[in-house]
């Protein structure tokens, strides 16, 4: 294992940390197919989950951010956009035959050191004091709602 989840990672608000785990996984999972012969093809997986990743997370964790009434999400927007141009960039690469596995793995770990660590941490207070003033039970209204509408739940 290349990364171990842990509490260094958690922004306190339990259904962010579980969407951010999965970059973890992300990265884990690129490390064991360092070397294989078919790399290519679960490096082209993690890609499109990465894909749908991007959409889902990204639009639920700025719907979090405009609920909270965060004042820099147009530039918090821009920097998700920015990454989703930089999977499918890899994306496309992959699928001509280039070998991207390493540029992914920085690109995801910079992400969690970076992103994730420093600019995601940065809207925390204000979410956290968001949840803290409408209380749990409508807040579990809340996030039922849009992990519905930002992810495919069936
Ligand atoms: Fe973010």
Redesign the pocket.
Known sequence: MRIAWGPEYELGILVIDQQHKRIVDYINALDRLAGEPDAYLGIARILYDLVDYTESH?SF?EALMERAGYKELDD?HHV?RQFTLRIESLLRSNEQGEDVAESLLQLLEKWLLH?ILE??RAYTDQVRNFINSIGRERLGGWVNENVRKHFRVS
């Open positions: 990204f964790e918090h998700h992103h600019e995601d």
